[in-house]
């Protein structure tokens, strides 16, 4: 039977093991996000480009860019577009955020390899700031359950680190805050 655990702020259910896995989360968020469209005008590196304020070269910047799965995006092309996730609409959320959480999962860890903390923070509700919230609800409109779901998971197992590579503390905060909610789902 499951026993309730207090981990900071975050209650979690603990059975054989304390800590969630993460192989378990990424499976989950394979399963979610398989098949879904890729965006054919904001792309990754279109993203990244209007985070330089480049605004005229997008056609320049989409050749850059990968087409097919999302689960096939060059793990170069995630570590070379750190700050895209908050240039992307909708379509492209919805497409690339599964491919951050993965690799994120796989690689935070390992040093120097992840400069921010940058696809936990895209998931941020801003609960605090109307316009903002507005913004990450459209940018998220798309999700459906099991996908919302697998973006919770991803925040839990960022607020259970216990090893200082994630904002587990900011991450605590958004899982109770808004994403426990389709955690529960």
């Known amino acids: 039977m ?3 655990v207090e981990v900071g702020r975050v209650a979690v259910e603990s059975r054989a093991r304390f800590l969630m896995n993460k192989e378990d989360v990424i499976m989950q968020i394979n399963e979610a996000f398989d098949g879904v469209e890729q965006p054919q005008e904001i792309t990754l590196h279109v993203a990244e480009a209007h985070d330089g304020y480049d605004y005229s070269n997008n056609h320049v910047h989409r050749k850059l860019d990968f087409f097919g799965r999302w689960q096939d995006v060059p793990w170069q092309h995630i570590r070379t577009c750190q ?10 959320m919805r497409f690339y955020l599964p491919a951050y959480m993965v690799w994120y999962l796989k690689n935070y860890e390992k040093e120097n390899e992840l400069f921010t ?5 895209s998931l941020d509700p801003h609960l605090k700031d109307e316009n903002l919230s507005q913004y990450h609800k459209e940018k998220f409109s798309l999700f459906n359950q099991a996908q919302l779901r697998a973006c919770a998971q991803f925040v839990k197992f960022c607020a259970e680190d216990r090893h200082g590579n994630t904002d587990d503390y900011f991450a605590q905060d ?3 805050q808004y994403w426990r909610r ?3 789902i």
């Open 117 to 121: 903390d940058h696809t936990l923070y």
């Open 182 to 184: 389709y955690d529960e």
């Open 2 to 4: 499951p026993v309730a």
């Open 83 to 92: 700050n895209a996730l908050s240039y992307l609409d909708k379509v492209g």
């Open 174 to 176: 958004i899982y109770e």
